[in-house]
Nanobody, 121 residues
Framework: QVQLVESGGGSVQAGGSLRLSCAASGYIYCTADMSWYRQAPGKEREFVSAIYTDGSTTDAESVKGRFTISRDNAKNTVYLQMNSLKPEDTAIYYC???????????????WGQGTQVTVSS
């Protein structure tokens, strides 16, 4: 069974940077699209960035130009480089491994446990 472990969260001042990591471990049978989501207190979970198996990416408008998603398939790890952080970026950040096919089987979507990012003004 595949597990996701996020790391790299913390507290920074506005304008600072953080790099989140999400490492997948276990029996990984197929390469999957990966995403980052975040959830601020009292708000719904929202999409942040995604990186697809072909290497293309998509970002939410709110983070374009500031956040960069990347992946290292050899390490089964996805990263989120966050620059020019703002107080409104404060949230728990979750990694998501999308389902993928191997043979006739489809793996389930998987979520990490989340990592807290706090940005002070």
């Amino acid at each position: 069974q595949v597990q996701l472990v996020e790391s790299g969260g913390g507290s920074v001042q506005a304008g600072g940077s953080l790099r989140l990591s999400c490492a997948a471990s276990g029996y990984i049978y197929c390469t999957a699209d990966m995403s980052w989501y975040r959830q601020a207190p009292g708000k719904e979970r929202e999409f942040v960035s995604a990186i697809y198996t072909d290497g293309s990416t998509t970002d939410a408008e709110s983070v374009k130009g500031r956040f960069t998603i990347s992946r290292d398939n050899a390490k089964n790890t996805v990263y989120l480089q966050m620059n020019s952080l703002k107080p409104e970026d404060t949230a728990i950040y979750y990694c998501k491994r999308h389902s993928c096919w191997y043979g006739f089987r489809r793996t389930p979507d998987l979520w990490g446990q989340g990592t807290q990012v706090t940005v002070s003004s």
